[in-house]
C-alpha cells in the first residue's frame, strides 16, 4: 500500500462520519485514461473530499509555498501534489499537469480558483478549458453540494464525462471549453439540490 492509498482510506476514515457522504454518479468515471475532474469550490476540505470520493488517484496543484515546508516537502509528492506559483503564469505546473493527463492520469480543478461560500458558481478562470484541450482528456464534471456541516449530509455528484474531442478538432477556445464545463457543473447543482 502506498501513502496515496493509506492517506485516502485514513482521511476517509475521519470525513465519512462527520459529513455522511452521498456519492453519486461514480459509474460515470472512466476506468481508464486520462481525466480532468472540474469541480465548485465551496471550502477548503473540497480536494481530499474529491479525493477520497474519486474511484481513481486523483493529482491536485498545491501551492509552492507548502513545498518549502519540511515535513510536507516530503509528504506532498506522494499524496500526488505538484506545487504551482500562485499569482503568476506557472508554466513548470502547466505542463506538469498536461504531461499527467496526457499519461492517463486523473488530474483535479476547481475552475473558479478561490471558494464560494455560498454555494452558487462563481467566475471561472479558462484554465479548466485550456487543460482540457492541451491535455488530451475527457473532462467528469463534479458537483460538491454542503454545507460542510458535522453530521449533516455531504453529495459529492460525478456527471457523464464531457468529450472534448469535437472542440479540439474544430479548435475551440479555452473560454468556451470553459463554459460548457461550468454548465454542466451547474446543470449538476440544479438536478440534486
Known sequence: ??????AKGFVYGILKPVYRFEIIGLEHFPKEGGILICANHIDNLDPPVVGITAPRPVHFMAKGEL?????????????????????????????????????GNVVGLFPEGTRNKTGELGKAFSGAGFFALRGDADVVPCAII????????????YGKPIDIKPYRERKASSEEVTEIIMGNIAELLKKHK
Open 146 to 157: 454542503g454545507p460542510y456541516k458535522p453530521f449533516r449530509r455531504l453529495k459529492v455528484i
Open 67 to 103: 513545498f518549502n515546508v519540511p515535513v510536507l516537502k516530503k509528504l506532498l509528492p506522494g499524496l500526488n501534489a505538484f506545487p504551482v506559483k500562485r499569482g503568476m503564469s506557472d508554466r513548470d505546473a502547466l505542463r506538469m499537469a498536461i504531461k499527467l493527463l496526457k499519461e
Open 1 to 6: 500500500m502506498n501513502l496515496y492509498q493509506f
